[in-house]
């Protein structure tokens, strides 16, 4: 009898454990950060390659290569930060997912690529076939609102082609000349040029963008987990200060980031990794500072489609307060 006892006593001790230990509880040695392979991990370089620890806690980098992968990873609160695509971000606050802004490191990387000479202005895509990576996406939204703006039915005047289904997928057919037309994001445009010198980024979205609405693209979201950030806020503050110091770096320092970018497998080639720097567009912002810029930006996506961000704008508890 006493030995069911014990056996019953340290399985009930073991579950304790288990479940104040796990991501997103506050409890946890490990803080788990997921970020994506491009800007959102090259903005983090310095943090990847030096940062280790915060006073107690291991700080572990995941490198996923698409939002979808990250998804998953938020739904089971399995990470305490992690970046995503701003509206997907609101997408996931208005189902309910546990986790809040905290700020915004990349600010439009988005670029319409084409064979040099061929596209000089809105109007020569008239009949074109351009190529998006996937539909309803941040490239995809972003695109056909421009379109529109500049007097182009995305519908009837141009065809939209969503053949290759990711960043990579589209950016090697652009550099082999599979797709004439397509828009792609840093650091692929670097990639591409490198490729095929024949073709070139022929209109900037994110200056399109500017000059359509007046402001800028917060384009990537780190999330703070809710729960974690109830317990940690002391903590936060200080990997908010290191990750805001690692974009300064980076910026400051293209030819070592670059070196960086290359040993953490990032990017394989060094002269992509240097040359992508300046078009990531990084700039460490706290959301709570920038709470009415999201929201500006979001409010176009919901008049679009509200589905696009969850289908309402998020309330003030998707801020996180510094």
């Not at 800007?39 to 940062?51: K, Q, R, Y």
């Not at 084409?114 to 074109?128: A, F, H, P, V």
């Not at 002269?271 to 078009?279: D, E, G, H, L, N």
Request: include cysteine; aromatic fraction near 10%; proline fraction near 5%.
């Amino acid at each position: 009898m006493k030995h069911y006892i014990n056996s019953g006593l340290f399985i009930f001790l073991l579950f304790l454990v288990s479940c104040g230990s796990g991501p997103g509880k506050g409890n946890s040695n490990v803080v788990e950060v997921a970020t994506l392979r491009g800007p959102s991990a090259i903005s983090m370089v310095h943090m990847l390659d030096s940062l280790k620890t915060i006073e107690n806690k291991k700080v572990n980098f995941l490198i996923k290569n698409e939002p979808l992968q990250i998804r998953p990873l938020l739904f089971q609160e399995k990470v305490e930060f992690a970046v995503v695509p701003t509206n997907m971000a609101s997408i996931l606050y208005n189902k309910g997912v546990n986790y809040k802004l905290a700020a915004v490191p990349v600010w439009g990387t988005l670029y319409l690529f084409g064979e040099r000479g061929e596209i000089n202005s809105w109007n020569d895509l008239n009949g074109k076939k351009i190529h998006l990576m996937a539909k309803g996406m941040t490239p995809d939204v972003m695109f056909r609102y421009l379109l529109e703006k500049n007097n182009i039915d995305p519908k009837e005047d141009v065809k939209l082609d969503y053949s290759f289904p990711t960043h990579i997928e589209l950016a090697n057919a652009v550099a082999s000349g599979k797709a004439e037309l397509g828009v792609i994001s840093e650091p692929l445009v670097s990639m591409v040029i490198n490729k095929n010198n024949k073709v070139e980024p022929v209109l900037s979205l994110n200056e399109e963008w500017k000059k359509q609405t007046g402001i800028e693209i917060p384009q990537t979201a780190l999330l703070v987990n809710k729960n974690f950030a109830a317990e940690n806020s002391q903590w936060i503050n200080r990997f908010l200060e290191k990750y805001d110091q690692s974009v300064g770096w980076i910026n400051n320092n293209p030819r070592n980031g670059a070196r960086l970018i290359v040993k953490n497998n990032i990017l394989e080639n060094e002269k992509v990794a240097y040359q992508s720097i300046p078009r990531c567009n990084m700039n460490f912002r706290y959301a709570c500072d920038i709470r009415d810029l999201v929201a500006d930006y979001l409010e176009i996506f919901h008049n679009m489609n509200p589905d696009i961000i969850g289908g309402k704008l998020p309330d003030e508890n998707f801020y996180y307060k510094k």
